[in-house]
């Protein structure tokens, strides 16, 4: 699959602790690859690369202002996630990758997920859904 990510990011008032740029944009074009082993496990690979721009305020104090500043930089991200998936239960790993903005900035995102389907699917002595999509002697 092709990839679109865009981003738009604005701060009303400066910190001195925090990047607070008066106005930041990025846009991404990358590729995904998707795949599945079998009906439980499924997965999926990223890589997007693009420009962000970034418009920062130039002052000697959080409330003095003396003008502003454009820069561009390149960004990258990678990226991935797994399913797996049970009768009743799905559960997920994902890990992202980026670097861009200016100075070197880098960030990495991981997650865990699982779920749990509640209240039961009908269909079956136990509650769990019958796999060949018949649920309550209904076709879904």
């Known amino acids: 699959s092709l990839l679109y990510s865009g981003g738009a990011l604005a701060y009303a008032r400066r910190s001195d602790i925090y990047w607070d740029p008066r106005r930041y944009q990025s846009h991404t074009l990358g590729v995904e690859w998707a795949w599945r082993a079998a ?28 003008g502003h500043r454009s ?21 997920g790993a994902e890990l ?16 865990l997920v699982v779920r749990i389907d509640w209240p039961p699917a009908a269909g079956t002595p136990d509650g769990r859904a019958r796999s060949d999509g018949v649920a309550a002697g209904r076709r879904r």
């Open 96 to 111: 992202r990758w980026s670097r861009g903005r200016t100075g070197g900035y880098q960030a990495l995102h991981g997650g």
């Open 39 to 66: 009906d439980a496990v499924a997965g999926r690979l990223r890589v997007q690369r693009g420009i962000g721009w970034t418009s920062e305020v130039l002052g000697i104090a959080a409330d003095s202002v003396v």
């Open 71 to 91: 820069r561009q930089a390149p960004q990258v991200g990678l990226g991935g996630d797994v399913t797996w998936r049970g009768s009743w239960w799905n559960a």
